[in-house]
């Protein structure tokens, strides 16, 4: 015979299953969070990328009209250089508007669902504790079910993150090349013109 203490005893079980529901479910909750949250870092990072573009193509602008004689070599090279630069933007541009692109999140079922169950959970224990037919426990229930909702849409509200943040990554690798490209541009046309007015 168990005693009380032991842990073949029913409470001592009841106890370590609720523990263990209990922690999955608070982690799977804290994981759902910031999947969530994930979905407005995208949005915050656009600031970003459009000041850096709106300088790049300030910077574009600039060479433009200082641009070497028609069809000599660094014609046709700052030619290049401003078709590659101005390539990566519109690439990148394209790669943001991928990041952002709706896309449909998971959610946990809504309050007033949530509230009907656990009612409907509470009353059954009570039925069946007056009944003495079995040890059923509500708020056991309650925690598998949200575990569960919670499990499914981390799962997809992480894929769809992953492919936006994948994406947006691509965008930051283009815009960081154009703007080496800007960079060597700008120099490489000064370096084209300051021997010419000394």
């Known amino acids: 015979m168990c005693c009380p203490g032991c842990f073949c005893h029913p409470d001592r079980k009841d106890k370590r299953v609720a523990s263990t529901v209990d922690h999955?479910?608070?982690?799977?909750?804290?994981?759902?969070r910031k999947e969530i949250d994930q979905e407005e870092n995208v949005w915050r990072?656009?600031?970003?990328?459009?000041?850096?573009?709106?300088?790049e193509i300030a910077a574009m602008s600039q060479v433009l009209v200082r641009l070497p004689k028609d069809g000599t070599t660094a014609w046709w090279e700052?030619?290049?250089?401003?078709?590659a630069s101005g390539s990566l933007i519109v690439v990148a541009i394209?790669?943001?508007?991928?990041?952002?692109?709706?896309a449909q999140f998971d959610y946990i079922a809504d309050e007033?669902?949530?509230l009907l169950l656990a009612k409907r959970l509470?009353?059954?224990?009570?039925?069946?504790?007056?009944?003495?037919?079995?040890?059923?426990?509500?708020?056991?229930?309650?925690?598998?079910?949200?575990?569960?909702?919670?499990?499914?849409?981390?799962?997809h509200n992480r894929t769809v993150n992953q492919r936006r943040v994948f994406?947006?990554?691509?965008a930051g690798l283009a815009i960081l090349i154009a703007a080496v490209i800007n960079i060597l541009l700008v120099l490489g046309v000064m370096s084209f013109y300051i021997p010419r007015s000394a």
């Open 24 to 32: 999955i479910e608070k982690t799977l909750a804290d994981a759902y």
């Open 45 to 55: 990072s656009l600031p970003f990328f459009a000041a850096t573009i709106s300088f």
């Open 78 to 83: 700052v030619f290049a250089a401003l078709a």
């Open 112 to 114: 007033p669902t949530l």
């Open 122 to 155: 509470d009353s059954t224990e009570h039925n069946l504790r007056v009944a003495e037919v079995s040890s059923f426990d509500a708020l056991i229930v309650l925690k598998n079910e949200l575990a569960e909702q919670y499990a499914d849409a981390v799962h």
């Open 94 to 102: 394209g790669f943001l508007a991928a990041s952002i692109l709706p």
């Open 167 to 170: 994406r947006r990554a691509l």
